[in-house]
């Protein structure tokens, strides 16, 4: 049963759909391109992740408060904010597998592997010489000084050519480094095409006075539209900042891996209002505080990288991803941007209102400048899903597969199950449900063999089982068994409620930030 990386993934999403975590949308149709439902538990650990990035926005940090903004909003917000002419993707089709791809993913995977022949070459070397200097091997190696000189000619290229929206550039540079389409092994490309990525849709009853509108491809807009909204009537003063959670709509050209790329997805994001010239300042702030709400969960300090972005977007002076090492390798899972003041100069020139901050201390007006951090919800779940998926073989030969997830997500936190369904033991059990299920999300399952409700438990992640039995007729004592070392303990009901507590609160998480 031992996943090879090539299918994990496969292992996960079926591990997913069978334990009602994540089913694909409008299944019984054949379901939706890159659209996908959350089921039973789905919606619980979601649920859990965004309690736990809102609490740690707005409760640990007392400069931040949280809104709810429309999905719908007034269409020039997007042309103020450069979505309308500039929110495209460039695409490119092979034509003769008739495979479409994003043309700069195409080149930015093609720069990989030229960077993967640069390592493989310094561990060769490392292999061969002792006392090996890296820094020296690579600036005089003839091969890897040649590999670099392309890295370095392809990204300055790439640049050139997204920022000038260059798509005969964009072709040359597939053409020149010989890209050739993995599943037709062919270099034989149509031109490259622009592609806006925004839903639009019309508001109005009757054809003629309908307005073309938008489903927000980000939240940030809703954010920024309501800045001096929540910094009056908040009494907010600089820095400050304002988070949201919600959807967003994205017509990817090319969505895949599960719900890491989606058509509908919910993204986490934080604007921060600073005075200009602090962005940098509250944007390493904000780099590091991200990287240790990750971290947090305790899914591996190694999961998680940095990178840095080179080619930044027009409204960034500074842009970094925070990577996570998903099952497909590492990929972004949120991005903290330095975006200046792009977007509330923008908005102030489309709307005509002034929306700039009185700042008493200097006596001065000014646009604030802002870093924003914005996590995909998402993302988030399919990182935590797949760092906690296990297969195991046990001791006696058996295989488990149990989700680590943090405990404090879990779906449920504690399992009630009395060993037989009968003797006054569901009865027993249903009172120490009643007790537990105001702190505690539990569940209650009296069908099938003790083991095999502990493997459903384990498969969906749930941290602690009770089981009543016939001494705790007696004794008032049930046993205890732990998710992830299946270590059983005979506890007494009256301790049950502080010892879960201890370990399935929010709280515990949001301490170790
Ligand atoms: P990518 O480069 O992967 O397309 P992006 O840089 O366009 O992502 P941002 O616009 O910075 O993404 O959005 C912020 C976050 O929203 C991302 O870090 C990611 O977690 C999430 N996100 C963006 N697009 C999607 C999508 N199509 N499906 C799921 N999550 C997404």
């Known amino acids: 049963m031992a996943a090879t990386e090539d299918n994990l993934l496969k292992n996960i999403i079926s591990h997913a759909k069978e334990y009602g975590f994540i089913f694909p949308s409008s299944e019984i149709y054949d379901g939706l391109s890159a659209v996908y439902d959350y089921g039973q538990n789905g919606a619980e650990l979601k649920n859990n992740i965004k309690e736990y990035w809102w609490k740690f ?77 890296k820094a020296m091997f690579v600036s005089t190696n003839a091969r890897v000084l040649e590999y670099q000189k392309k890295i370095d000619e392809a990204n300055a290229r790439l640049k050139d050519a997204m920022n000038s929206s260059n798509m005969e550039a964009m072709k040359q540079l597939i053409i020149d480094l010989e890209v050739t389409d993995p599943i037709s092994g062919t270099k034989n490309w149509t031109d490259v095409r622009q592609f806006n990525l925004m839903f639009s849709t019309e508001m109005g009853s009757v054809a003629e006075d309908a307005n073309k509108i938008y489903l927000r491809p980000e939240t940030a807009q809703g954010i920024f539209v309501n800045f001096l909204n929540v910094q009056k009537t908040g009494r907010m003063k600089i820095p400050f900042g304002i988070a949201q959670i919600g959807k967003a709509f994205r017509n990817e050209i090319v969505a895949r891996q599960f719900i890491f790329r989606m058509r509908e997805f919910e993204q986490m994001e934080m604007q921060f209002f600073v005075k200009p010239g602090k962005e940098m300042k509250w944007y390493e702030f904000w780099k590091e505080k991200r990287l240790k709400w990750h971290q947090a969960l305790g899914l591996g300090n190694n999961n ?24 497909m390798g590492f990929k972004e899972l949120e991005g903290i941007h330095s975006r200046t003041d792009f977007d509330l100069k923008s908005h102030e020139k489309y709307s005509g209102k002034k929306l ?39 001791e006696d030969g058996s ?9 404090a997500l879990a779906p449920n936190k504690v399992a009630i199950l009395p060993l037989m369904k009968k003797d006054g033991l569901p009865e027993k059990a249903m009172e120490i449900l009643n007790h537990l299920k105001f702190d505690f999300r539990c569940f209650y399952e009296e069908k099938d063999a003790i083991g095999k409700r502990y493997r459903r438990q ?28 299946m270590k059983q303990d005979r506890v007494e009901i009256e301790q049950l409620k502080n010892i879960i507590q201890d370990s399935v609160s929010l709280a515990s998480l949001l301490k170790k930030i």
């Open 399 to 407: 295989d488990r597969v149990v989700l680590r997830l943090p405990a």
């Open 57 to 133: 926005m707005t409760m640990l940090n007392d400069n931040i408060v949280g809104i709810d903004s429309a999905i719908f909003m007034h269409p020039t917000i997007w042309k103020a904010s450069g979505h309308v002419d500039a929110f495209n993707d460039p695409m490119v089709d092979n034509k003769d597998s008739k495979k479409r791809y994003r043309a700069d993913v195409l080149v930015e995977d093609a720069i990989a592997k030229l960077q993967d022949k640069i390592d493989k070459e310094v561990e060769k070397a490392a292999k061969r010489f002792e006392n090996f200097d």
């Open 458 to 485: 384990d498969a969906i992640g749930t941290p602690y089982c009770v089981t009543v039995d016939h001494q705790t007729l007696e004794d008032n004592t049930v046993t205890l068994r732990h998710r992830d070392t």
């Open 356 to 394: 700039q901050y009185f700042d008493s201390e200097d006596n001065q007006n000014y646009i604030p400048y802002v870093v924003e951090t914005s996590v995909g919800l998402d993302r988030m779940f399919l990182s935590i899903l797949s760092a906690a998926y296990q297969e195991e073989k046990l």
């Open 304 to 327: 998680y990288r940095y990178h840095d972005h080179l080619n930044l977007a027009h409204y960034a002076n500074a842009a970094c991803d925070i990577q996570f090492n998903f099952p």
